[in-house]
């Protein structure tokens, strides 16, 4: 029996979207576009059973469900606080009508860290959420501001794992790095072509040099599409060890203990074997990225084919995720008592209607 479990799986709301479109131009995130194509918009929009059909098609029995970029980091706080507590409102609900199928990555108002903070223990003890989808920056603030640095001690306190997802860099970098081209090549580079992952990748970093670890132990991140670029380049990245002396352990050694590694639909075994590598089977998590991506059963299991241990196998299609996001026992189901995820082989389960 192999359980299949895929983390950053996208979703937003019709709020969401719309406040996001509706900002000025100088200050709107302009890889909302992304969004757009195909059926892409429809799919985003649905938690319910479209998805669950989906699911069962690529052979995945659970997704954790995280808003897709930009969330809502780049709108004013109290806009961004009613709209991240809708979103965590609808997605817990969503789980409640499929206990056995999704989970939810929390939505946080990051423009007010306090607020931010607040809405983490809101849904504190709500059995959906399961961990905290970020970026790593709000606005011109980065997510290793002393500003953020009790909501990150609330997420190491409450074990919930921060996914820090790519963003489109600021403007400022956009016009000394990425311009100068088509605005579809321009935007195109600045965001899944190169931009995205050295931004999610500096992120993380920043959280290691910034000594974040060193007072949050505890605090687990995740990076998507195999580290940001930050393991191609961790011997050279270790190198920064040697300056910056306030740190207790070497830069490396954050990475190996602190950080996770998301697949992101990128499921090619030469990325798996670089990995490894630099990091352990241990740390390695299956993510869709749907719908960016849509998993199948044929490319999943050859890609886990590679890996001769059925062990660690096992360890990425389902328990790495079991144990970071702590996935059992899973929320009560409308009989009261709790229901395993499924396996990739055998019967499919119904999806429960809707109340």
């Not at 195909?38 to 098609?57: F, K, N, S, T, V």
């Not at 946080?108 to 607040?118: Q, T």
């Not at 100068?180 to 072509?193: C, I, K, M, R």
Request: proline fraction near 8%; glycine fraction near 8%.
């Amino acid at each position: 029996m192999r359980n299949v479990i895929a983390i950053e799986e996208h979703w937003t709301t019709d709020g969401i979207d719309r406040a996001l479109r509706s900002r000025p131009v100088p200050s709107r995130d302009e890889s909302v576009a992304l969004n757009d194509s195909g059926d892409i918009p429809e799919r985003l929009l649905d938690i319910g059973e479209r998805r669950i059909a989906a699911m069962d098609a690529a052979g995945v029995d659970l997704q954790v469900l995280s808003i897709a970029p930009p969330g809502t980091h780049g709108l004013p706080a109290r806009e961004a606080i009613a709209l991240s507590r809708e979103a965590n409102d609808r997605a817990a609900e969503a789980v409640s009508r499929y206990p056995t199928r999704l989970r939810a990555m929390t939505t946080l108002p990051m423009s007010d860290p306090d607020a931010a903070v607040a809405e983490l223990e809101r849904t504190a003890n709500a059995p959906a959420h399961v961990g905290i989808m970020s970026y790593g920056r709000s606005g011109d603030r980065p997510l290793d501001d002393p500003a953020y640095d009790e909501l990150l001690a609330t997420a190491a306190a409450l074990r919930r794992p921060v996914f820090i997802h790519p963003q489109i860099p600021p403007n400022a970098v956009r016009d000394a790095s990425y311009r100068g081209f088509d605005p579809t090549v321009e935007l195109a580079l600045a965001t899944f072509g190169w931009g995205w992952h050295m931004e999610a990748g500096l992120a993380a970093l920043r959280l290691i040099l910034r000594g974040t670890f060193d007072r949050h132990p505890d605090l687990q991140i995740v990076l998507g599409h195999w580290g940001e670029m930050l393991l191609f380049a961790l011997d050279r990245v270790d190198s920064l060890s040697n300056v910056a002396t306030g740190l207790d352990r070497r830069v490396a050694e954050y990475v190996r203990t602190n950080v996770h590694i998301a697949t992101s639909g990128m499921l090619t075994p030469r990325l798996l074997r670089h990995a490894l590598d630099f990091t352990s089977v241990d740390r390695i998590l299956l993510s869709g990225d749907y719908p960016f991506h849509r998993l199948d059963t044929a490319t999943l299991a050859d890609f886990l084919g590679t890996l001769p241990d059925r062990e660690d196998q096992h360890k990425i299609a389902y328990a790495n995720a079991q144990a970071l996001f702590r996935l059992e026992p899973s929320p009560s189901g409308p009989d009261g008592g709790t229901a395993p995820i499924g396996s990739l082989t055998g019967s499919r389960r119904s999806a429960p209607p809707p109340p």
